[in-house]
């Protein structure tokens, strides 16, 4: 690896603190039923501490010249794929395999954080998800209303998954060494979501009412019912005035199952 030439457009920077890679494998909860994926393996450095699990684990990696270091990696439980996660069929990969539980485990590039996780999400049942990311994408992820980074991914994630943080991760902890901070976050799946009378369409509000972030309601959501829309806030004592920053994950279900 000495002379490999790290490509920062494959937001190729390489966990070389064997304290973080310990503590986001230690974070996982792996049963005998479970596989695990990872995308980008990069050397392999976490891969190498996953498949100690025994259970299968499938990895993506987009740099082919990464492949005589991954493939010095002796185990029969790992598969590792070369081409971009994103253009993935993951049906297809997992149909090979039985399990139960899919955790993705992942030093992510950030340039892609948000697509990876949402084709994760929207593609399987996935239960679990340790990632590395940028420490301010981890703050939205993990966002409560009424602070400056809660937006429709805070309450899309948070509507799927109970979101905590692992660790922060200092700039120190890469080669080469990146210009922003990380954190490792965990996504588990809720055992029960809310009651949601129509996804689409809850969705859909959640992204609508938040597309002017500084505006209120009423003009987020002017395209809607807003007659409607003030009597599901009334029961919750709020109001067209108030921004989408205010509600939480609770009164947005609240507003689209009154609406639909
Ligand atoms: N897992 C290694 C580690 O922790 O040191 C490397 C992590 S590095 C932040 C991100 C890795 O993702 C790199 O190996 C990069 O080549 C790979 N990568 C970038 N884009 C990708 C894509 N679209 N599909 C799969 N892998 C990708």
Do not use: C
Not at 97 to 116: D, G, K, V, W
Not at 159 to 164: A, L, Q
Not at 174 to 181: H, M
Not at 211 to 221: A, I, M, V, W
């Amino acid at each position: 690896m000495n002379s490999f030439k790290f490509k920062k457009s494959l937001g190729q920077n390489f966990l070389i603190d064997d304290n973080i890679k310990r503590k986001i494998v230690n974070s996982a909860s792996i049963l005998k039923d479970s596989i695990i994926i990872e995308v980008g393996p990069g050397n392999g450095s976490i891969t190498k501490l996953l498949v100690e699990f025994g259970v299968p684990v499938v990895a993506f990696e987009i740099d082919l010249r990464l492949k005589s270091e991954l493939e010095k990696i002796d185990s029969s439980n790992l598969e590792v794929i070369f081409q971009d996660f994103l253009s993935v069929n993951l049906d297809d990969v997992l149909s090979k395999y039985s399990y139960e539980r899919i955790h993705l485990i992942a030093n992510l590039p950030y340039y892609i954080t948000t697509p990876i996780i949402n084709k994760v999400i929207k593609e399987t049942s996935v239960y679990e998800m340790i990632v590395m990311v940028q420490k301010e994408v981890g703050d939205r992820f993990m966002a409560k209303p009424n602070s400056k980074d809660y937006n429709s991914l805070s309450v899309f994630l948070q509507y799927y998954f109970d979101i905590s943080k692992v660790t922060t991760v200092s700039k120190n902890s890469f080669f080469p060494r990146p210009n922003v901070d990380s954190v490792v976050v965990k996504f588990t799946k809720k055992e029960e979501l809310l009651k949601v009378n129509d996804l689409d369409f809850f969705l859909k509000l959640v992204r609508d009412a938040f597309t002017q972030k500084r505006k209120n309601l009423r003009n987020n959501l002017s395209l809607y019912d807003l007659e409607k829309v003030e009597k599901a806030l009334f029961e919750i004592g709020k109001d067209l005035t108030y921004r989408a920053e205010q509600l939480s994950l609770e009164d947005f279900v609240h507003i689209a199952n009154y609406l639909k």
